[in-house]
């Protein structure tokens, strides 16, 4: 069972910055797609970004222009940079990880929560 771990959620106000992390171990990293999705109360949970293992990106429409998705693959760690937060992105983010040609997510870390409030 790959373990992966988020980090750096919190409480901002809006109009500002967040990044989040996530490691996740293991010698296959850069073979991956590796996202992030978000869960907001009472809602079901969304893509967010995600980042290929050729190096291509993709975002939700809502956070096109202010998130950005990036890896470093020699330290196994994927990062979520947002700018220009909104209360609406507030939730529970999770990191990511779906085997190179499956269309299912194959892991998931535990979750951090971000909360954009005044």
């Known amino acids: 069972q790959v373990q992966l771990v988020e980090s750096g959620g919190g409480l901002v106000q809006p109009g500002g910055s967040l990044r989040l992390s996530c490691v996740a171990p293991?010698?296959?990293?850069?073979?991956?797609?590796m996202g992030w999705y978000r869960q907001a109360p009472g809602k079901q949970r969304e893509f967010v970004a995600e980042?290929?293992?050729?190096?291509?990106?993709d975002y939700i429409e809502s956070v096109k222009g202010r998130f950005t998705i990036s890896r470093d693959n020699a330290k196994n760690t994927m990062y979520l940079q947002m700018n220009s937060l909104e209360p609406e992105d507030t939730g529970v983010y999770y990191c990511?990880?779906?085997?190179?040609?499956?269309?299912?997510?194959?892991?998931w870390g535990q979750g951090t929560q971000v909360t954009v409030s005044s």
């Open positions: 990511s990880s779906r085997r190179p040609g499956w269309s299912t997510i194959s892991y």
């Open positions: 980042s290929t293992s050729d190096g291509s990106t």
């Open positions: 293991g010698k296959t990293f850069s073979r991956y797609a």
